[in-house]
């Protein structure tokens, strides 16, 4: 018996291409090789003789000296099929591979319905799409687990695991969604604080350096936790209810949850990356440079933080400090505030060469360690780091300006002061983090109401975000500054730190369009 198939004819304007197509059991039975040159020998005008040549190099093509187009798509599912024990069936881990990467290539809003539509599958039941982020057991957290183990590859072996930490707010203004609240508007004036309705999320992010130190480093996030504000009773409401609301504000806030997200990491790199020698450094803003979260860090953990410049430090105890009788003390004699330190004409500045901002700067800095503050006990020695305002212009010739001078504290005093100054500059990354998470892969869109589904299918969000700076990492190199697609032609051709999040995503869009169109054997026919 034959393999029978269809002579097709392709009429162009200057010319006609006539195409045979092999059945794939044929060319499977003939173990044809892409690229291999045969012969047509015409015995007569009832038979066709396909004769087999030597094999030879493929003949080369227009563009095939070119550099190769698919680079980032094949390092991201690789990260995803770590994840597939994360999901009880193959079916629910197919169902999240083909969301994870609709999240990515979606070109409209990133609602569920916008991923089926993405995905190709507005036209079949979406239940079970919707029950991925609802009902399916499946814990975010376990998904970042392979991107930490990516980092940890990249990362040189002496190396500590810096991150950052900070919170964002998502804007939603259902009623009904759960943890939704009125917060406080980031973008407000200064003269005015506005208040906007949404959700408050916490992140870390670890900070992937460029191979070249000092230099710019990539935020790629590892956590992604919603925190709720505990809901306030009503006016009329009993004492007992008023007292348990206060109790449960003190144990459920943002310092505690950043505490036990601090804690989760440290035990998730000793345990399950045997990165128990790395030091793991931790950037934060003002807000956590607090009580809470100085005592509650775990060990071998060292956070880098704003300090308020009119903070009471004091200097270690020493023996003649202690009094003959009355109370124990455990603080020695008042220090300079920072901002006294800062005006003391006494103590030198020291300079120091750090990157921000595209370049090297030099920072006048003072220090001094070991000093103590109370917020974080008599036990935890710390160095206080003061920063003068760096000067800069507008535009070429203008007036010259000032921002404003910074004060850093360290609980480890050895840190040498250049790595405390750079990790600290570095946590600025994670802002870009919320930028491109809220602009660009759409976290927050999916209109969604279950509990679940509110909590999981934003960090669902920030885990493909997360797969997608790594494999462009392990693709391109964590300085890469140039993927495989050309810049658009409006778009400046002058020297960038990194590869922007948009880069990334058009680059997957090209990749995934076309190995859909690779799939196209034939050309559709209307006969």
Not at 5 to 21: E, F, G, K, P
Not at 126 to 146: A, H, I
Request: hydrophobic residues 40%; positive net charge; charged residues 25%.
């Amino acid at each position: 018996m034959g393999y029978p198939t269809r002579v097709q004819l392709i009429a162009r304007q200057d010319s006609q291409q006539w195409y045979i197509n092999f059945p794939a059991p044929l060319a499977a039975a003939m173990e044809f090789e892409k690229g291999e040159v045969i012969e047509w020998v015409i015995q007569d005008r009832q038979t066709l003789v396909l004769h087999r040549t030597a094999k030879t190099a493929a003949p080369k093509t227009r563009g095939a000296g070119k550099k190769k187009t698919i680079a980032l798509f094949p390092y991201l599912g690789a990260l995803w099929e770590e994840c597939m024990d994360v999901f009880r069936q193959q079916r629910t881990w197919n169902r999240a591979w083909r969301l994870g990467i609709s999240q990515l290539a979606c070109v409209g809003r990133h609602t569920v319905t916008g991923l089926l539509s993405t995905a190709g599958r507005q036209f079949i039941d979406w239940t079970s799409d919707y029950r991925l982020y609802s009902q399916d057991c499946w814990n975010p957290r376990e998904l970042f687990v392979p991107v930490a183990r990516g980092i940890l590859e990249m990362l040189p072996a002496a190396d500590p695991v810096v991150a950052a930490v900070d919170d964002t707010v998502i804007r939603k203004t259902g009623t009904k969604i759960p943890g939704v609240a009125y917060r406080r508007d980031p973008l407000s004036p200064p003269f005015q604080v506005n208040l906007v309705r949404g959700q408050r999320f916490l992140q870390l992010s670890a900070l992937l350096p460029a191979a070249g130190v000092p230099g710019p480093a990539r935020a790629i996030p590892l956590r992604f936790e919603h925190v709720p504000s505990v809901p306030k009773p009503r006016k009329k409401a009993s004492s007992e209810e008023w007292q348990a609301y206060r109790q449960q504000r003190r144990r459920q806030n943002l310092n505690t949850q950043a505490v036990e997200v601090l804690q989760q990491m440290r035990t998730e790199l000793d345990e399950r990356h045997g990165a128990r020698e790395r030091p793991f450094i931790v950037g934060v803003d003002g807000g956590y440079t607090n009580e809470v979260v100085l005592k509650g860090l775990p060990e071998r953990t060292t956070l880098i933080g704003r300090i308020r410049k009119d903070a009471d430090l004091y200097h270690a105890l020493r023996s003649e400090d202690q009094r003959p009788v009355g109370t124990t003390r455990h603080y020695g004699q008042p220090a300079s505030t920072p901002e006294e330190l800062r005006q003391d004409d006494t103590m030198p500045w020291q300079e120091v060469t750090a990157f921000a901002a595209g370049r090297k700067h030099a920072f006048r800095v003072k220090t001094i360690a070991p000093i103590f503050w109370k917020k974080a006990g008599a036990r935890c020695p710390l160095r206080l780091v003061v920063i003068a305002p760096v000067g800069y212009r507008l535009r070429k010739g203008s007036k010259l300006l000032y921002r404003q001078p910074a004060y850093l504290i360290c609980t480890d005093p050895d840190l040498p002061l250049e790595q405390i100054l750079q990790y600290y500059l570095w946590r600025w990354v994670i802002e870009v983090n919320h930028r491109d998470e809220k602009q660009i892969i759409g976290v927050g869109e999916a209109q969604v109401r279950a509990p679940q589904s509110v909590d999981r299918q934003p960090a669902f969000a920030v885990v493909s975000y997360a797969m997608l700076l790594l494999a462009a990492a392990q693709a391109f190199g964590s300085d890469a500054r140039q993927g495989l697609l050309p810049l658009p032609k409006w778009q400046e051709k002058t020297a960038r730190p990194r590869l922007s999040t948009q880069e990334l995503i058009r680059q997957l869009r090209s990749e995934v369009w076309a190995e859909a169109l690779d799939r196209i054997q034939t050309i559709p026919t209307t006969s």
